[in-house]
């Protein structure tokens, strides 16, 4: 199915994060909390690993799309100047981030990220552009996520330096979401498969923000120190609202019900996904062996 629709500034215009002029000698004085800390290195690798998500994408139908294609450009672009900014908090704080971390926590994700673009590539040309659908709603759901808990590590520690930046990120974020938002509505309206394979991704393949990436433990504990308080559940269930406001949709619990199965928040508990199954992300001593 194609989605007309003009081309907008959530498609063009778009720019690296500027940070450069940011005050880091103020860490010095006034350094951020240990766990502000963990919690920033740890969007730091959702950020980096934007492109890869892009990498899979490609191989799929999407690459079709001029618009989304497009967009994911500005998305990947973006969102690695996002993890340059977050980066250059960590290492006035004395943490070495460079590249040879990066390329050790790809080489830490072992065989199933090597052959992840062959199966989405197979799995997604069976499914046509109806995968295309998926990857907007999971971008939306995703984006909707990260801000919430940008959102939530400047209210944890409130740094004039850290709130700065975080304003500048989420503006970019806001047009981020905007595409993947409306191109998903347009899309799960436009096709009642797209509706069933979107409903089947969201349950039994999505998981937290970062859980592919990081270790179950890491995960589960800096959702919870982000998201595990009483007075943040209406947050999550506010972005569960928007999710499940989407075509098709209606009654999912998509983000409670993946914080809940790392025993975050009200909904702890629950059977682990598909992926969660097959322990698509790290393992701790993975993890600790590549000094991660």
């Known amino acids: 199915m194609a989605v007309a629709f003009d ?46 998500y892009l ?13 989304a294609t497009a967009f994911l450009t500005r998305w990947a672009y973006e969102d690695f100047w996002h993890s340059e900014a977050v980066a250059s908090l960590l290492r006035a704080h004395g943490i070495a981030i460079d590249n040879e971390l990066v390329s050790r926590m790809r080489a830490s994700l072992g065989w199933r990220d090597d052959l992840s673009p062959v199966y989405r590539s197979v799995v997604g040309n069976i499914l ?41 990120i989420r503006t970019q974020r806001v047009a981020h979401v905007s595409f993947y938002e409306r191109q998903a509505r347009e899309r799960l309206a436009g096709s009642a498969r797209a509706r069933k394979l979107a409903r089947f991704a969201l349950a039994h393949v999505w998981g937290p923000l970062g859980s592919s990436i990081h270790p179950r433990h890491e995960s589960a504990l800096v959702m919870g120190y982000l998201l595990g308080a009483s007075d943040v559940a209406p947050r999550v269930e506010s972005v569960d609202r928007r999710v499940a406001a989407l075509p098709g949709l209606a009654g999912l619990h998509v983000v409670g019900d993946g914080l809940g199965r790392y025993g975050v928040g009200p909904y702890a508990g629950g059977r682990p996904t598909l992926v ?8 701790a001593r993975r993890w600790r062996r590549a000094g991660l």
Request: net charge negative.
């Open 55 to 67: 990498r899979d994408m490609l191989v799929t139908p999407t690459h079709k799309d001029a618009s």
């Open 7 to 52: 081309l907008d500034p959530n498609v063009h215009g778009f720019s690296r994060v500027a940070y450069d002029d940011l005050d880091h000698d103020a860490f010095a004085a006034r350094p951020l909390r240990v766990r502000t800390l963990r919690s920033l290195r740890y969007m730091f690798d959702v950020e980096r690993h934007t492109i890869c």
């Open 276 to 283: 969660e199954r097959l322990r698509v992300a790290p393992s």
């Open 128 to 168: 046509g552009e109806d995968m295309t659908t998926v990857h907007m709603l999971w971008g939306a759901v995703n984006e909707w996520c990260a801000q919430l808990a940008y959102d939530r590590i400047g209210e944890l520690d409130a740094h004039p330096v850290l709130a700065t930046l975080l304003d500048r």
